[in-house]
């Protein structure tokens, strides 16, 4: 999904950012970006949103040279990617429900659209219950969550998070990690770019590593290397376990390896994130179900399930090129 080729970015000749980087990065990973302080880490992601050009090299995302997209077609492409940032960037003067709806709102959806996305992702992000607050009146992890529900509103394929743990206790990261987790189960590629050695080693995923703008590790493992379970701290053991054991039972048995391909089916994305919370993440789960399961489905009903249907319907009999 994402290639990084022979990438460069000097600030002036002696400011190197960004040495020859490259990497690719495929549909459904769950990645670190890690390295001390001036490593590089917000440079590549800032060029990736296409906030700043590189100096050399090639970026490709689904095989389109983003440096090729015209600047009036930027904003179509960042739709495409969220982001999460450590000091929120939530708007003060607006509440936490009006925060997501406006990320809504103004790519244009449709008034019923807006309002069921902002309702789900709500819920995804167990803020339902302070979603009339505004920022101040939150927590950090709060304010946190608040700003994942945002960067998802608009189904991104793509979920960055430059230090999301930055300003948040240990158990509260682990509560923002739980969600991005959940997140990445559903589908969504999510990159983390981050100090938080205690995550890192907790979650075991692929870590690239960057020292002086360049890349001196790409690897499955923890902060330091591979993840030797005797040397994980015990407290991130026991947060890792907490984490996976508070998965539904469906998606710890859906989580190999299976990509998403509701986003293919015409329905709206609230109803494809009801059928994501109910761990349904692909169109041949859907096909097995009948209308009544379909309708039995937590928050579906009658009217989504007739939806779903005529959606499923129109996806079979398309021809095959109109469903790729
Ligand atoms: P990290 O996010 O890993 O802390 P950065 O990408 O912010 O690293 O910075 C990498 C290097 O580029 C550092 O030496 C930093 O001082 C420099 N740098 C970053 N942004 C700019 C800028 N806008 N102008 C000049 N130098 C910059």
Redesign the pocket.
């Known amino acids: 999904m994402i290639q990084f080729q022979q990438v460069s970015k000097f600030?002036n000749p002696e400011?190197v950012?960004l040495r020859d980087v490259s990497f690719d990065i495929d549909q459904g990973e769950f990645l670190f970006l890690i390295?001390p302080?001036?490593?590089?880490?917000?440079?590549l992601i800032r060029l990736l949103i296409r906030q700043e050009d590189p100096t050399q090299g090639t970026i490709l995302f689904d095989d389109t040279d983003i440096l090729s997209i015209r600047k009036h077609l930027l904003p179509v492409y960042r739709q495409q990617i969220g982001v999460v940032f450590q000091d929120y960037k939530l708007l003060d003067t607006k509440t936490i429900r009006e925060n997501v709806s406006f990320a809504l709102e103004i790519t244009g959806k449709l008034d019923n659209e807006v309002k069921e996305t902002t309702d789900s992702l709500l819920d995804l992000v167990g803020l339902s219950d302070r979603q009339d607050l505004f920022p101040e009146q939150l927590s950090g992890g709060e304010k946190q969550r608040a700003g994942i529900a945002r960067a998802l509103a608009n189904e991104p394929k793509l979920l960055i998070a430059d230090e999301p743990t930055g300003n948040l206790d240990p158990e509260t990261s682990f509560e923002i990690m739980k969600i991005l987790q959940t997140v990445n189960e559903w589908g969504t590629t999510v990159m983390i770019a981050t100090h938080d050695k205690e995550v890192v080693d907790a979650m075991n995923q692929r870590v690239i590593r960057?020292e002086n703008?360049t890349i001196v590790s790409d690897q499955k493992g923890g902060y330091n290397g591979n993840c030797d379970e005797d040397k994980k701290p015990a407290k991130s053991r026991k947060v890792e376990i907490e984490a996976v054991s508070a998965l539904p039972i469906e998606q710890k048995e859906t989580k190999p390896d299976i990509i998403s391909d509701l986003d293919q089916l015409p329905v709206s994305s609230a109803v494809r994130r009801q059928l994501r919370k109910n761990s349904i993440v692909t169109i041949d789960q859907l096909l097995d179900l009948s209308e009544s399961e379909l309708i039995s489905l937590d928050g579906i009903g009658d009217k989504k399930a007739q939806d779903i249907v005529n959606a499923l319907e129109s996806f079979v009999n398309a021809p095959p090129h109109e469903q790729a």
Do not use: M, Q, V
């Not at 302080?37 to 440079?43: M, V």
């Open positions: 600030y400011i950012a390295g302080s001036g490593a590089g880490k917000s440079t960057l703008g």
